[in-house]
């Protein structure tokens, strides 16, 4: 055969002769994986239709509800709830809705709309539930609980532990970035930065058990019906996570933080929930930290956790603008390169 004739066959029937039986069974090999790929396709094409369809739904349920909500109100109550109706995320809103109503949850309103009118009240109506804007419902994957917002100027934006910038860091967060420091040598201390909005963007829920407080006196609002409250927030967190698997970690610190959530939680059942995790210690204020909080590596534990129990991502515990977690970055680098779908070769 020449190489002008072998220029002249184009076709499979051609090279190997049309009665070849390798040429049928090229064609049927073509012609399954052509079926294969369009039945694929038409399964991702459903997929993406039917999520984006869910999506779709679910947005528009979540912005009706708020609406529904208010429209089932009187007008005193309208006026009374309109924080709640204005500044708490969609996604808590739906869960916690229900416990506007109620008559402990109207008294404390009434109280706390009072203290407002007659006093300074921290942290800033905006805020007091800035905590469930920055970590919607479903992006929850640590829970740490405080107790009291602080009473001073500048400090209570609605996170616990965590103060408005410029502010520095008070004693407990101080405490906080040196054991976070025993647990990651390259975390960097900033004692002028107090602002743990960087947590709380990675699923880090940072909830004081009383939202509000008089201007320098702390505890005022404490058991007002804030506790009943937040409670119910803790608790939906636990049933969520108990319908639908989501990792979900409690950091206890403190006799405060412990009793909420053992109240909510059977202890003997805890060590068979495999996406349910506790820590617990004493609280870092200046007063205990020595007696328990220091060396509890609880930061490092619950990234272990994460990422070899859970596969899943770390948290990088830093605040300082443009640093991070060496390992923890690296880790989280990783894990996104082992979940990323491979390319197929087209042959």
């Known amino acids: 055969m020449t190489v002008e004739t072998k220029r002249k066959q184009s076709t499979i029937e051609e090279f190997f ?14 012609a399954a994986k052509a079926r294969t790929d369009a039945s694929v396709k038409l399964d991702e094409d459903l997929k993406t239709t039917k999520e984006t369809v869910a999506n779709e739904i679910e947005d528009t349920d979540v912005a009706d509800v708020k609406e529904k909500f208010k429209k089932s109100l009187s007008g005193y109550l309208q006026t009374l709830l309109a924080m709640e109706i204005d500044t708490i995320d969609p996604s808590w ?36 539930y800035s905590w469930s804007r920055l970590t919607p419902f479903d992006k929850v994957r640590v829970v740490i609980i405080g107790q009291d917002p602080y009473h001073n100027y500048n400090q209570a934006h609605g996170m616990a532990f965590s103060v408005r910038a410029p502010t520095p860091a008070p004693p407990s967060l101080k405490n906080i970035y040196k054991e976070l420091k025993q647990n990651y040598s390259d975390f960097q201390i900033d004692n002028q930065n107090g602002d743990l909005t ?72 805890l060590p068979h929930k495999k996406n349910l995790k506790v820590f617990k210690s004493v609280h870092p204020s200046p007063l205990s930290a020595s007696r328990g909080f220091f060396g509890n590596t609880h ?17 990088d515990w830093s605040v300082v603008p443009g640093s991070q977690l060496t390992e923890v970055a690296q880790a989280n680098q990783i894990l996104e390169g082992e979940k990323r779908p491979s390319k197929e070769v087209d042959l």
Request: without cysteine; glycine residues 4%.
């Open 17 to 30: 002769g049309k009665s070849s039986k390798k040429i049928k069974v090229a064609k049927e090999s073509l």
């Open 93 to 128: 809103f739906v869960h916690l809705k229900e416990e506007f109503k109620k008559p402990y949850f109207v008294k404390l309103k009434q109280f706390v709309t009072k203290e407002q009118q007659e006093y300074t009240v921290f942290p800033p109506a905006r805020d007091v």
């Open 198 to 269: 960087p947590w709380a963007l990675q699923g880090v829920l940072l909830l004081n058990t009383a939202l509000t407080v008089r201007a320098h006196n702390a505890n005022s609002h404490s058991k007002k019906g804030w506790e009943v409250f937040t409670k119910k927030v803790v608790e939906s967190l636990i049933k969520e996570s108990e319908k639908d698997g989501r990792s979900l970690v409690f950091l206890l610190w403190g006799n405060n933080a412990t009793k909420l959530v053992d109240s909510l939680l059977n202890a003997s059942s």
């Open 299 to 315: 930061f490092k534990l619950i990234n272990d956790w994460l990422h070899n129990e859970r596969g899943e991502k770390m948290i």
